[in-house]
C-alpha cells in the first residue's frame, strides 16, 4: 500500500526554523516526483517545493532562500528545511508523490507565532 507520512511540524516563532520529514513506503521511492504544498485557512493548496527522481529543484517565490527541499533515496525520506520562518508559512503542510500511483501524506501543521 503507497503511504506517505509527515512529521516534523509544530509552533516556532518568526525567524526559527523547523524541518520537515516525509517518510514513504509501498513505493518505488527513487522513481517518484516529490513535492511540499500547505494550505492555510481559507486559502487554496499551493505547491511550496518540488524535486523530480532526477533532483531538479524549484521553488514557488515565497520560500526562495529560506526554504531548502531534499530527499534521501536509500531511506525513502523527503525532507523540507524551513529557515527564516514568518507568520505567513503558518499553514498544514502536505508531503505529496507522483509516480505510479498519485499519494498525499496526512499533513503536519506548522504555526509561525510570537
Known amino acids: 500500500q503507497a503511504r506517505l507520512m509527515e512529521s516534523g511540524g509544530g509552533l516556532v516563532q518568526p525567524g526559527g526554523s523547523l524541518r520537515l520529514s516525509c517518510a514513504a513506503s509501498g513505493i518505488i521511492f527513487p522513481v517518484y516526483h516529490m513535492h511540499w504544498y500547505r494550505q492555510a485557512p481559507g486559502k487554496e493548496r499551493e505547491l511550496v517545493a518540488a524535486?523530480?527522481?532526477?533532483?531538479?529543484?524549484n521553488y514557488t517565490d515565497s520560500v526562495k532562500g529560506r526554504f531548502t527541499i531534499s530527499r534521501d533515496n536509500a531511506e525513502m525520506k523527503l525532507y523540507l528545511q524551513m529557515n527564516n520562518l514568518k507568520p505567513e508559512d503558518t499553514a498544514v503542510y502536505y508531503c505529496?508523490?507522483?509516480?505510479?500511483?498519485?499519494?498525499w501524506g496526512q499533513g503536519t501543521q506548522v504555526t509561525v507565532s510570537s
Open positions: 505529496h508523490g507522483l509516480g505510479h500511483y498519485d499519494v
Open positions: 524535486i523530480s527522481s532526477t533532483k531538479n529543484i
